[in-house]
T-cell receptor, first 119, second 114 residues
Framework: AQKVTQAQTEISVVEKEDVTLDCVYE???????LFWYKQPPSGELVFLIR??????QNEISGRYSWNFQKSTSSFNFTITASQVVDSAVYFC????????????????FGGGTRVLVKP | NAGVTQTPKFRVLKTGQSMTLLCAQD?????MYWYRQDPGMGLRLIHY???????AKGEVPDGYNVSRLKKQNFLLGLESAAPSQTSVYFC?????????????FGPGTRLLVL
């Protein structure tokens, strides 16, 4: 069974501070995929990144960076110099590999971390 | 949101009433999913479809039925709504590429069952 744990339920920071969101996962699959989604107060789910298990290179996109550590089963997300617009709930998610075309490919979500950035 | 729309945006039902949620996509995606999101929780998979005319159960299918008669539309039905089905419902499609696939979500339907 797959499991995703986001131990931090809520983080509050002041604008321009850095914030790191933790994500720990469990899976027996050798090939798997990790995701981060953002859910702003308006409610939609916005895809941020996908990381394949066979690609351990870390990634940076503007103020966002992701640290994938296979040895500790973690996929942490850092927002540098946070802004008020970063206030949202962030979800980490995990899926396995689709082995056959006729199979579904469920995303397993963590409980989410609410980030509040104060001006 | 990869061209995914959901109808309606918000609905209030009384216990025992029925309704159908519509997920529509215009980009010929094969894979479609229905999830529910409860307060303070991540999303859980209700049902999914791997193509026109096919559906399958997900993690929490009880109380729901689905149909995919046309490739563009994935319908989620509640035959007899219960307060426990108060939730936000998200539809998703899969885009395959870059040695993997990514699910993109519609805007959601907020359902309140009294």
């Amino acid at each position: 069974a797959q499991k995703v744990t986001q131990a931090q339920t809520e983080i509050s920071v002041v604008e321009k501070e850095d914030v790191t969101l933790d994500c720990v996962y469990e899976t027996r699959d050798t090939t798997y995929y990790l995701f981060w989604y953002k859910q702003p107060p308006s409610g939609e789910l916005v895809f941020l990144i996908r990381r394949n298990s066979f690609d351990e290179q870390n990634e940076i996109s503007g103020r966002y960076s992701w640290n994938f550590q296979k040895s500790t089963s973690s996929f942490n997300f850092t927002i540098t110099a946070s802004q008020v617009v970063d206030s949202a709930v962030y979800f980490c998610a995990l899926s396995g590999e689709r082995r056959i075309k006729a199979a579904g490919n469920k995303l397993t979500f963590g409980g989410g971390t609410r980030v509040l950035v104060k001006p | 949101n990869a061209g995914v729309t959901q109808t309606p945006k918000f609905r209030v039902l009384k216990t025992g009433q029925s309704m159908t949620l519509l997920c529509a996509q215009d980009m010929n995606h094969e894979y479609m999913y229905w999830y529910r999101q409860d307060p303070g929780m991540g999303l859980r998979l209700i049902h999914y479809s791997v193509g026109e005319g096919t559906t399958a159960k997900g993690e929490v299918p009880d109380g729901y039925n689905v149909s995919r008669l046309k490739k563009q539309n994935f319908l989620l039905g509640l035959e007899s709504a219960a307060p426990s089905q108060t939730s936000v419902y998200f539809c998703a499609i899969s885009l395959i590429g870059g040695k993997g696939e990514t699910q993109y979500f519609g805007p959601g339907t907020r359902l309140l069952v009294l």
